[in-house]
Nanobody
């Protein structure tokens, strides 16, 4: 089956930047949609951004984060600028993938983003 590997997290100061990446592999498939979610301690997992036909952003990150993709590499990126402490969370890549005529939502393992002085 398909596996998603996300990476790029780390410790950054407020106002800093990080770029997350997530690549899908594991056979012949078609990616229908890509997105990033995050989950802070004690909080529900929330949508950060998605990209398919259109792009969509959570209000909290609009203007600071940019989602992009490289379809040839089955990869989605999240450029995060002007990071704030409240952006601290585990960030998860997600993709809706068609394989063998079945649709399924896949998740990466998560990458930690910590914004702190």
């Amino acid at each position: 089956q398909v596996q998603l590997v996300d990476s790029g997290g780390g410790l950054v100061q407020p106002g800093g930047s990080l770029r997350l990446s997530c690549a899908a592999s594991g056979g012949i498939f078609s990616i229908k949609n890509m997105g990033w979610y995050r989950q802070a301690p004690g909080k529900e997992r929330e949508l950060v951004a998605t990209i398919g036909v259109n792009t969509n952003y959570a209000d909290s990150v609009k203007g600071r984060f940019t989602i992009s993709k490289d379809s040839a590499k089955n990869t989605v990126y999240l450029q995060m600028n002007s990071l704030k402490p409240e952006d601290t969370a585990v960030y998860y890549c997600s993709m809706v993938i068609e394989q063998n005529k079945y649709l399924r939502n896949y998740w990466g393992q998560g990458t930690q983003v910590t914004v702190s002085s």
